[in-house]
């Protein structure tokens, strides 16, 4: 039995863009966020713990939180 894996974000004012990286450091995911509201599939991801990154592609500001797949 599959689980589909998926990262929704909410809320998002201006165009962002996202990366997710390993517990490693190594960049797993990465891509441009246009929409409000995003759900980035993550299906092909191991379980694990990773840290996604979200950049304001405006302003440059930089927000990384913990995620568990």
Not at 14 to 33: C, E, H, M, P
Not at 39 to 52: K, M, Q, R
Request: charged share 15%; glycine share 4%; proline share 0%.
């Amino acid at each position: 039995m599959a689980i589909n894996k998926s990262i929704a974000l909410f809320n998002l004012l201006q165009a962002t863009n996202y990366r997710l990286f390993s517990i490693t450091g190594q960049s797993v995911l990465d891509g441009k966020i246009t929409n409000n509201t995003y759900v980035i599939e993550a299906n092909t991801l191991a379980n694990g713990i990773y840290i996604i990154e979200l950049q304001d592609a405006e302003s440059n500001a930089v927000i990384r939180k913990k995620i568990v797949l």
